[in-house]
């Protein structure tokens, strides 16, 4: 079992940068594949960002695109999401997930965080 706990969000103005991360425990998720997903309210959840198990490999969605880097420290056990050029449309609540399949399959995560708010103002 591997419990995830998300931190780092907050409010921000338009243009601004936040940085997410997301603590593991449990056991250790040096081979999971991580990702990032967000809801906004009224709208379903989403993919933003996942990275494969060693680092090497990660894919955005396209919103985020040139914006938004992921990143991961397996000797921490932790994932981060670093958000910069922050748009009104990026307010969501933030969620962090753990995938024992590929970093490149966007509907198979096993773990689930509580999620963080992040809340752009314009």
């Known amino acids: 079992q591997v419990q995830l706990v998300e931190s780092g969000g907050g409010l921000v103005q338009a243009g601004g940068s936040l940085r997410l991360s997301c603590a593991a425990s449990?056991?250790?998720?040096?081979?999971?594949?991580m990702g990032w997903f967000r809801q906004a309210p009224g709208k379903e959840r989403e993919f933003v960002a996942s990275?494969?198990?060693?680092?090497?490999?990660?894919t955005y969605a396209d919103s985020v695109k040139g914006r938004f880097t992921i990143s991961r420290d397996n000797a921490k056990n932790t994932v981060h999401l670093q958000m910069n050029s922050l748009k009104p449309e990026d307010t969501a609540v933030y969620y962090c997930?753990?995938?024992?399949?590929?970093?490149?399959?966007?509907?198979?995560?096993?773990?689930w965080g509580q999620g963080t708010q992040v809340t752009v103002s314009s």
């Open positions: 997930a753990a995938s024992s399949g590929s970093y490149l399959n966007r509907y198979r995560y096993d773990y």
């Open positions: 990275i494969s198990w060693n680092g090497v490999g990660t």
């Open positions: 449990g056991r250790t998720i040096s081979s999971y594949a």
